[in-house]
């Protein structure tokens, strides 16, 4: 089997076992991106040299770190989080050339756990987007299909790992981030509950929103990567000091007795025929595995949208007024005629911001002023708040609420990218977790008959991602697709 079909845990224990080197796994991975990144754009840097050295430490160390649950695997981090030293970005220009002078504490913690970050992957300027059209660097290319969008905004971190470029990514998710570019590449993408991972050194899109988690090719190996990531942390007040449970225990995984919630009446307009067959397919296989299949209600989740594209551009804009030109990144040359600190901060803004982080601002700004705080802003957190009492109500009785991860299967570059709200609606089944804080996570669960990927969505009760895993992976024992690979894929 090639070093690329090795999942994260296979290749942990071969590290482990001494039957390969972390400096060979390492360079295994390298070639493969060298040899297909160029058509696919996942990444943004590329950590070769330092890499290596890396991967050399942990196999000079390996018989200390034999028992570290990540040893020598490569592991690639969304451009939004930072590394110390190595270009963070969020794919936009105005942070150009920025290298920050700490790691996130994800990065601390995977280095801990032995990984091996072999690089940054691309997105959607600071996460904005579902598409990565909205990267400063370039789009993404999705492996099953280059004239496709590989989904947003961790398009790189998805693609990466359906192409078998790392065995792992980390990323953001704010209203989907993680799990749309997963069911969108057939791979898995969990996003755990709010404040289950650490946030420092994430750069801020929206603070109550955001949450960091894993991309993978299997269950398994997502719950060895949110294992490592996950737990209190002090530099951040909004990480919960829940404790995080063993959750390799879990596998293999069972259905039996769990009670599945169906919210059928928000699946009845605008999903396509193939991904609701492949929905009630996933949902036949859970059935037959023991679980109960119900319906549901979730009342406001019509409102989830607008909700979400008023709360998230609102912070938005506050957490995007530290790029001034002061600080980091890009400043805009003086043009001889307005030398006042107010016109230098207008130019580098208008020059380092695209054009939909620009309309997120004015969005967020209007939402957040005087006289329409309280029309918007603050409406929409009241029905913030009416959406999170229905899932409440459903958790009541149920254990996971499962809908399809995105409304359609990968869509064509360009199709979209000048309609955001045909975009916007895209999100329709992925920012009520955010919205609510609710661990959520995409399964693969086929293909159209184009060959596409489609996602499938279970969503649980705070802290219980350990049901989500549970559940992914009795789907994933029973999908005859799994170890598809996608075209683009190096050998
Ligand atoms: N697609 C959503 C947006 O554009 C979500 C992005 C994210 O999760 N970072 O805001």
């Not at 596998?251 to 009446?265: E, L, S, Y």
């Not at 400043?331 to 130019?347: F, N, Q, S, V």
Request: charged share 20%.
């Amino acid at each position: 089997m090639a070093a690329g079909d090795w999942t994260l845990t296979r290749l942990r224990a071969a590290v482990a076992g001494g039957d390969v080197s972390a400096r060979e796994v390492c360079d295994g991975y390298l070639r493969r991106i060298a040899a297909a990144d160029g058509r696919i754009h996942a990444f943004t840097t590329v950590l070769g040299e330092a890499a290596l050295a890396r991967a050399e430490e942990v196999d000079r160390r390996r018989d200390a770190w034999r028992d570290r649950p990540l040893l020598g695997v490569p592991v690639t981090v969304k451009d939004v989080i930072c590394t110390r030293g190595v270009p963070t970005t969020a794919c936009s220009r105005i942070l150009a050339g920025y290298r920050p002078p700490y790691d996130a504490t994800v990065v601390t913690r995977l280095l801990d756990a032995g990984a091996v970050v072999i690089g940054k992957t691309n997105c959607d300027e600071f996460a904005m987007g579902s598409s990565t059209e909205h990267s400063a660097l370039g789009a993404t290319r999705n492996p099953w299909a280059p004239d496709r969008i590989p989904g947003g905004s961790s398009g790189g971190a998805a693609a990466a790992v359906a192409a078998r470029l790392a065995p792992a990514s980390v990323a953001s998710d704010t209203g989907g981030s993680i799990r749309q570019p997963a069911a969108l590449c057939g791979v898995v993408g969990l996003k755990p509950t709010y404040g289950r991972v650490s946030r420092y050194g994430l750069l801020a899109f929206a603070s109550s929103l955001d949450q960091i988690g894993p991309l993978t090719l299997t269950v398994a190996d997502a719950a060895a990567v949110l294992q490592a990531i996950a737990g209190a942390d002090p530099a951040d007040a909004t990480c919960a000091t829940e404790p995080v449970p063993a959750l390799a225990g879990l596998f293999p995984g069972d259905a039996r007795g769990a009670r599945i919630g169906v919210p059928r009446a928000a699946l009845a307009a605008g999903v396509d025929p193939e991904v609701l067959r492949a929905f009630d397919a996933a949902l036949a296989v859970l059935a037959g595995r023991g679980a109960a299949v119900v319906d549901i209600d979730l009342p406001h989740m019509a409102y989830a949208v607008p909700v979400y594209y008023l709360v998230a551009p609102a912070e938005a804009s506050s957490n995007l007024a530290r790029y001034d030109g002061v600080r980091y990144g890009l400043r805009a040359a003086p043009d001889g005629r307005e030398a006042t600190l107010a016109a230098m901060y207008d130019r580098t803004r208008d020059a380092g911001f695209g054009a939909e982080v620009k309309r997120r601002i004015m969005l967020g700004t209007y939402a957040l002023s005087a006289g329409y705080y309280d029309a918007y802003y603050v409406h929409a957190q009241r029905v913030r708040s009416l959406i999170r009492g229905d899932y409440d109500q459903a958790f009541a009785d149920v254990d996971a609420v499962a809908m399809p991860t995105t409304p359609t299967p990968a869509y064509r570059l360009g199709e979209h990218v000048d309609d955001p709200l045909a975009m916007y609606l895209g999100d329709v089944f992925t920012v009520s977790a955010n919205l609510t804080g609710l661990p959520a996570i995409s399964l693969p669960a086929g293909f159209t008959r184009a060959g596409l990927p489609i996602g499938f969505q279970l969503t649980a009760r705070p802290f219980d991602e350990a049901t989500l895993l549970r559940l992914g992976d009795v789907l994933e024992q029973d999908a005859p697709w799994s170890g598809a690979r996608p075209p683009l894929a190096p050998a």
